[in-house]
């Protein structure tokens, strides 16, 4: 079946790096995102990764993916207070009509 | 560009009351999704609809209808809610499917006492 797993919550330092991890369980996936979801807010694109990609790198954002693993990560350089979000990982399914399935959110809080 | 609405943004409803959720997207996209959002869950998908005319069920369809009859808009109906409705109601859109980036909408929080 479908399944997206991610820790519920991190928290970290001002200036430190974040990591943020995920686990996935169907193999036929073709892209998996990241999606930051602040306060009273809706869902803001991060980044996505196509699943035949190992990385990718956006500014302060690193995507890993090890896809014999199942395993997403997603790092956030420099982590800033105005970083503090719920991150939320979601995968495609292929051929099933552009269906998202999202993991449980981690809530990054970064302390000053 | 408004890219993708939602009406209302709050909602306070009565078990057994029906409404309907608005959404609608600006950017010609043929995709368009429903998804609710509950603590400790993440979002799952109610309905989905891959262009005009056309509408399948998600992961969570029970209590719910949809319909498409533009491209622009796709709009959610709760026929009899009930107080497991009670959630926040996020709708989607992206071009024309999986390998498209999906937008989502500032959604609607709804409450069914």
Not at chain 1, 71 to 78: E, G, K, M, Q, Y
């Amino acid at each position: 079946g479908e399944d997206v797993e991610q820790s519920l919550f991190l928290s970290v330092r001002e200036g430190d790096s974040s990591v943020i991890n995920c686990t996935y369980t169907d193999s036929s996936s073709t892209y998996l995102y990241w999606y930051k979801q602040e306060p009273g807010a809706g869902l803001q694109l991060l980044t996505y990764i196509f699943s035949n990609m190992d990385m990718k790198q956006d500014q302060r954002l690193t995507v890993l993916l090890n896809k014999k693993d199942k395993h997403l990560s997603l790092r956030i350089a420099d982590t800033q207070t105005g970083d503090s979000a719920i991150y939320f990982c979601a995968e495609s399914i292929r051929n099933q009509g552009g269906k998202l399935i999202f993991g449980q959110g981690t809530e990054l809080s970064v302390k000053p | 560009n408004a890219g993708v609405t939602q009406t209302p943004k709050f909602q306070v409803l009565k078990t057994g009351q029906s409404m309907t959720l608005q959404c609608a997207q600006d950017m010609n996209h043929e995709y368009m999704s429903w998804y609710r959002q509950d603590p400790g869950m993440g979002l799952r998908l109610i309905h989905y609809s891959v262009g005009a005319g056309i509408t399948d069920q998600g992961e969570v369809p029970n209590g719910y209808n949809v319909s498409r009859s533009t491209t622009e808009d796709f709009p959610l109906r709760l026929l009899s809610a009930a107080p497991s409705q009670t959630s926040v109601y996020f709708c989607a859109s992206s071009l024309t499917g999986y390998t498209d980036t999906q937008y989502f909408g500032p959604g609607t929080r709804l409450t069914v006492l």
